[in-house]
């Protein structure tokens, strides 16, 4: 059965510095990968997705998340944080090929506080 | 576009009481999905529907029930609610394997 696990339950960092939040998952199959965001009181939306071609895929506000399938890991990183990036983030994965209409498996999540 | 809504957007029950959750989208996408979300266990799905009139179980099914209406709407059941049901519910939807899963407001239950 998959599963995924965020290893960092909390990270507090200042603005402007570099941040990595921490995804592996499991499974015995191909996978798609996904990076949710989840503002104070709202719905997740999504960060940025991986399917196929190049492991290194980007999102409009400067995240990036690399795949890479002999770590299964699918870590999520941004140069430099701002106050509006405090949110919680969730990693989570889908099996390619099972007919069960992409429905996903999520991480725990992490809380990324962004100080000043 | 509304994109998914739900209702209601708050809810207060007592034990044993029954609701049922509603959830629509006009995205005319062919999957829909309910999760629940409880502090430090991320979000983990309760039911989906892969197409119009096939429903399955996810992780967590015990103590729900859902019905896929139509294309459009996928509702969820409490028939006899707990305290261990107290979450946030979020319904979402995607056009199936691979594709983008937009989530709904959410709804807040309490059950005393």
């Known amino acids: 059965a998959q599963s995924v696990t965020q290893l960092d339950s909390q990270v507090p960092v200042f603005e402007e510095a570099p941040v990595e939040l921490r995804c592996n998952y499991s499974?015995?199959?191909?996978?798609?990968l996904f990076w949710y965001v989840q503002y104070p009181n709202q719905g997740l939306q999504l960060l940025l997705k991986?399917?196929?071609?190049?492991?290194l895929v980007e999102s409009i506000n400067g995240f990036e998340a690399e795949f890479n399938k002999s770590q299964t890991s699918f870590h999520l990183r941004k140069p430099s944080v701002h106050i509006s990036d405090t949110a919680e983030y969730f990693c989570?994965?889908?099996?390619?090929?099972?007919?069960?209409?992409?429905?996903?498996?999520f991480g725990q999540g992490t809380e990324l506080s962004v100080k000043p | 576009n509304a994109g998914v809504t739900q209702t209601p957007k708050f809810q207060v029950l007592k034990t044993g009481q029954s609701m049922t959750l509603q959830c629509a989208q006009d995205?005319?996408?062919?999957?829909m999905y309910w999760y629940r979300q409880d502090p430090g266990m991320g979000l983990r799905l309760i039911y989906y529907?892969?197409?119009?009139?096939?429903?399955d179980k996810g992780e967590v099914p015990n103590g729900y029930n859902v019905s896929r209406l139509n294309k459009r709407e996928f509702s969820l059941r409490l028939e006899s609610a707990a305290p261990s049901q107290t979450s946030v519910y979020f319904c979402?939807?995607?056009?199936?394997?691979?594709?983008?899963?937009?989530f709904g407001p959410g709804t807040r239950l309490l059950v005393l």
């Open positions: 499974s015995s199959v191909s996978v798609y």
């Open positions: 529907s892969a197409s119009e009139g096939t429903t």
């Open positions: 995205m005319n996408h062919n999957s």
């Open positions: 989570a994965v889908s099996e390619l090929g099972d007919n069960q209409g992409g429905k996903l498996i």
């Open positions: 979402a939807s995607s056009e199936g394997e691979g594709g983008t899963q937009y």
């Open positions: 991986y399917l196929s071609g190049s492991t």
